[in-house]
């Protein structure tokens, strides 16, 4: 039977063995990484979750390690993939799941905007140095979203050196991820981009409760609106996609709800789908080339 929307990542990974695959899952302490972190495990993987605060970040899970990474250091990503090389393991699975949402204009490293910076350009530098420990059937997940609706790439401008709108910087950085996939892809990594669905957890911290209110996120009680998911649903995706044989054959694609994503028909972001902006091969080539500019990572 398919999976659905609704299905959680614990029955995504039903019968499936990742005993003696090691993951690497960014973010992978807290709110929807927890929980991919948590399926992983309990399947049997190993799984390395990098934090900023190495201190706090706790799963509680077997099966775990923490190391100190800093997606906004290129310096720490340096010396964190360095670190993992040396030790001589490999990497069968990458979740590029850490984020920001919507954080005040902030700067980060050599006065890059800090969505762009770390959902995007850390991540991409991150993988990229990580490459020679991937094995032959690695796949690597990068967790986009549906705010990819609102923004492609501010070619003329990523960083945001005017007109810094907190919405659009992080649509930017979403597209950005949709891309970087696309790309990686047809560099013989396989790769995939998924939407998890709208979760409520700790991404949204920079968005006060008033403003999720009049955004409709919760309903009258209190609750999460309809067509919110649980962290554990919208773990699901992500999971699935670094796991399902059946995409073997679609690497590259945008995934939604436990499976290949439609064409975007609406600007409903509930529905979903993906836009077209997100799957060009052009600018996902010209999205890697200014990513390995910037970073000097190639």
Same mark, same amino acid.
């Given at each position: 039977?398919?999976?659905?929307?609704?299905?959680?990542?614990?029955?995504?990974?039903?019968?499936?063995?990742?005993?003696?695959?090691?993951?690497?899952?960014?973010?992978?302490?807290?709110?929807?990484?927890?929980?991919?972190?948590?399926?992983?495990?309990?399947?049997?993987?190993?799984?390395?979750?990098? $934090? /900023? /605060?190495?201190?706090?970040?706790?799963?509680?899970?077997?099966?775990?390690?923490?190391?100190?990474?800093?997606?906004?250091?290129?310096?720490?990503? /340096?010396?964190?993939?360095?670190?993992? @090389?040396?030790?001589? /393991?490999?990497?069968?699975?990458?979740?590029?799941?850490?984020?920001?949402?919507?954080?005040?204009?902030?700067?980060?490293?050599?006065?890059?905007?800090?969505?762009?910076?770390?959902?995007? !350009?850390?991540?991409?530098?991150?993988?990229?140095?990580?490459?020679?420990?991937?094995?032959?059937?690695?796949?690597?997940?990068?967790?986009?979203?549906?705010?990819?609706? @609102?923004?492609?790439?501010?070619?003329?401008?990523?960083?945001?050196?005017?007109?810094?709108?907190?919405?659009?910087?992080?649509?930017?950085?979403?597209?950005?991820?949709? !891309?970087?996939?696309?790309?990686?892809?047809? !560099?013989?990594?396989?790769?995939?981009?998924?939407?998890?669905?709208?979760?409520?957890?700790?991404?949204?911290?920079?968005?006060?409760?008033?403003?999720?209110?009049?955004?409709?996120?919760?309903?009258?009680?209190?609750?999460?609106?309809?067509?919110?998911?649980?962290?554990?649903?919208?773990?699901?995706?992500?999971?699935?996609?670094?796991?399902?044989?059946? @995409?073997? $054959?679609?690497?590259?694609?945008?995934?939604?709800?436990?499976?290949?994503?439609?064409? $975007?028909?609406?600007?409903?972001?509930?529905?979903?789908?993906?836009?077209?902006?997100?799957?060009?091969?052009?600018?996902?080539?010209?999205?890697?080339?200014?990513?390995?500019?910037?970073?000097?990572?190639?």
């Amino acid at each position: 039977m398919p999976f659905t929307a609704h299905s959680t990542a614990a029955e995504v990974l039903t019968g499936v063995d990742l005993t003696g695959r090691t993951a690497l899952v960014t973010g992978g302490y807290s709110g929807l990484g927890l929980e991919i972190t948590r399926a992983l495990t309990a399947a049997g993987a190993h799984v390395l979750v990098p $934090a /900023r /605060r190495p201190q706090i970040a706790r799963t509680h899970l077997p099966d775990t390690e923490i190391d100190a990474l800093d997606l906004a250091d290129q310096r720490d990503i /340096r010396d964190f993939a360095a670190r993992f @090389l040396d030790s001589g /393991r490999t990497l069968d699975l990458v979740i590029a799941n850490a984020g920001i949402m919507a954080c005040p204009e902030t700067r980060v490293g050599p006065g890059w905007e800090a969505h762009f910076a770390v959902n995007h !350009l850390g991540h991409y530098a991150l993988v990229n140095r990580l490459r020679p420990a991937l094995s032959s059937t690695a796949r690597v997940v990068s967790v986009s979203s549906s705010g990819h609706f @609102l923004a492609d790439i501010r070619w003329a401008d990523p960083h945001w050196h005017t007109g810094y709108d907190r919405w659009l910087a992080y649509a930017q950085s979403k597209t950005a991820n949709a !891309l970087f996939a696309l790309h990686l892809d047809t !560099l013989g990594v396989r790769s995939f981009a998924v939407h998890p669905g709208s979760i409520l957890t700790p991404l949204q911290r920079h968005i006060p409760r008033e403003e999720q209110l009049a955004l409709g996120w919760f309903a009258a009680d209190g609750t999460p609106a309809p067509g919110f998911k649980t962290p554990a649903q919208g773990a699901a995706t992500a999971v699935w996609a670094a796991t399902a044989p059946e @995409l073997d $054959a679609h690497g590259g694609a945008y995934c939604q709800d436990n499976a290949l994503a439609r064409p $975007a028909a609406t600007e409903d972001m509930l529905i979903g789908g993906v836009k077209p902006w997100a799957r060009d091969p052009a600018a996902a080539a010209r999205l890697w080339d200014l990513s390995a500019e910037l970073t000097g990572v190639g």
